[in-house]
C-alpha cells in the first residue's frame, strides 16, 4: 500500500518561506514521479512543481524561480522549498505519485496523494 504524508504548512506573512515536505511509504516510490499541486478555496487544483526518479524538475510559470522540488538520493522525502510567498500563494498543498517516467500536469496521471497541507500567507 502507498501512502504519501505531507508536512510543513502553515501561517507566514509575505516574502517569507516554508519548507514542504511529502513521505512516501510503500513498494518501489524510489520509481515515482512526484508532483505537487495546490487548490486554492474556489478554485480547481492546479499543478506546482513535479520531479522525476531521475532529478529532472518542472514548475508551474507562477512558482518558478521561487519554488524549488528536490528529493534525496534514497527518494524521500520529496521537498518543495518555496520562498517569497505571496498572498496568492495560500492553497491546500497536495503531494501526488506516478508511475510515469514524465512530469505532467494533470491531476489523472498521478495515482496516489496525500491529504493535503495548508498554507496561508498573509498580506
Known amino acids: 500500500q502507498v501512502r504519501l504524508v505531507e508536512s510543513g504548512g502553515g501561517l507566514v506573512q509575505a516574502g517569507d518561506s516554508l519548507r514542504l515536505s511529502c513521505t512516501v511509504s510503500?513498494?518501489?516510490?524510489?520509481?515515482?514521479?512526484m508532483g505537487w499541486f495546490r487548490q486554492a478555496h474556489g478554485k480547481e487544483r492546479e499543478f506546482v512543481a513535479g520531479i522525476t526518479p531521475g532529478g529532472i524538475t518542472y514548475y508551474a510559470d507562477s512558482v518558478k524561480g521561487r519554488f524549488t522540488v528536490s528529493r534525496d538520493i534514497a527518494g524521500n522525502p520529496v521537498n518543495l522549498q518555496m520562498n517569497s510567498l505571496k498572498p496568492e500563494d495560500t492553497a491546500v498543498f497536495y503531494c501526488a505519485g506516478s508511475t510515469g517516467g514524465r512530469v505532467t500536469r494533470r491531476e489523472s496521471d498521478y495515482t496516489y496523494w496525500g491529504q493535503g497541507t495548508q498554507v496561508t500567507v498573509s498580506s
Open positions: 510503500g513498494r518501489a516510490f524510489r520509481t515515482y514521479t
